[in-house]
């Protein structure tokens, strides 16, 4: 295993009950890049990101073989501090889910959890948060507002500015421009160009064009399993397999 | 065709028109009738005085302090076991044996006359615990009573919470302690507000099992173990004993004021408390 392998799955299998979601997937993923999950519907991208966080821990038919290893420590393993892991490891949902409180206290819930009440340092980190996810100087004048009186673009980039609030390692982002117009989509796709320097970034992207602007490297999913991954010139001009090139090309989808 | 549906639309309008209708012509009735032979009869002192001569004369004081004493410790007892019931049943476990069993005996409890509730009370805290007729063997009545309205719509009020608020606390490195102390409680807190105020009506306006549990002493009250009657004991007897009719109306004339005015105040905290939790200007 080379250093800067951020991620690494190895013969990782989970299923919904007796339902394969992820079949027999070896995967490594290094840091700072945007690494785009492609495929169609329920070919279990979402799976692959909730493992990696274990917010399959919440579903109570979910269960898994093989191992996933962040920074060379086993996620499954007995001694993970799960509060700590899903810090380390954030996800942006794929409708924006800001919670009914202020945009200050959305931002700031995270840093509160982990027991930061100073209230210097949580203006100091929800105002670096916000001018990351470049949302900063449309919400400045109003941070003890609803966040639910944002606009949709407004609300994932809030989401996201929330989870980068607690300096997480790596960022997987499940469709986040699904709902959104292509001015905000505009705007994520360029904070996510931006947050790549310092972060590992995990994107499901919403349409294969969206991969082709953005990601570094690529992977195909397809019902459960890894068809191929690459480099995003490689799978979009040379695809190895005939399922990526019918999937790129439009054929299916 | 087309005029036969007409008619079964004309005719569903009408039996909803009615049922609606109806139901608020029967409560101004009421209300109508017991303030317009209670009011005139309400003055200061009415609300200041202390019941002399049985009843006949002199105010209700002491059935006032009585309500609200009865009131507050029914509400104190029953509302953190009822949240922490209806907690426990939809984020600590799943469905099951436990929590068929807990649902199965709260539906019990809810369907109860509330005499039955009395003599409970009456046999267990008043005669076993030894607490006599009191004020706390009253409140604890009241709140086994009051338990199973308070655990259903707490219980509702967190089912109708988002899946995506948890799975947002969870996803932002939240215990379960504190995404049900962060999310799940705040936003069930009017909910349960309403299922608190459902058994504070309840408990203003309970007889039977009080009058078994607290007696009927229309002395001002000096402790949680002293007896004491409350304004709708007072109206009962009042009114069963023939001692006055007049100052029975004005009673039910002042309970039926005071409900309305915990009513408004509540809402108003509640009101208060959304905008708050939401940040200015919620939509």
New interface residues.
Partial sequence: MSETDKIQLRRFNSFYGEQPALKEIDLRIQARQIFALLGPARSGKTTLLKNLNRLTDLILSARHTGEIFIDNRDVFSPEVDLPDLRRRVGMVFDLPTPLPLSIFDNVAYGPRLKGITQKSKLEGIVQKALKSAVLWDEVKERLSSSALRLSGGQQQRLCIARVLALEPEIIMLDEPCSGLDPISTASIEESLTRLKKEYTILLVPHNIQQASRVADRVGFFLSGELIEEGAVDQIFTRPRDKRTEDYISGKFG | MLLSRYHTQTAAKTVIWVGAFGTLAVMVWILWQVLREGVPLLHLEFFLDSPRQMGRTGGIFPTIVGTMALTVVAVLIATPLGVGTAVYLREYT?EGRVSRLIRFGTDCLAGVPSIIFGLFGFVFFVIFLGLGWSILSGGLTLATMILPTIICTAEEAIKAIPK????????????RW?TIA??ILP?AIPGIFTGVLLGVGRSVGETAAIILTSGSSFLMPTSLFSPVRTMSIHFYILAREGISMEMAYATGAALILLILIINTVANWLLHRYVRK???????
């Avoid at chain 2, 799975?167 to 932002?172: G, K, N, P, T, W």
């Fill in positions: 799943r995506s608020y948890r799975e947002v606390s969870y996803a932002l490195g939240g215990t504190q962060k999310v936003n939790l939401e940040g200015k200007g919620h939509v």
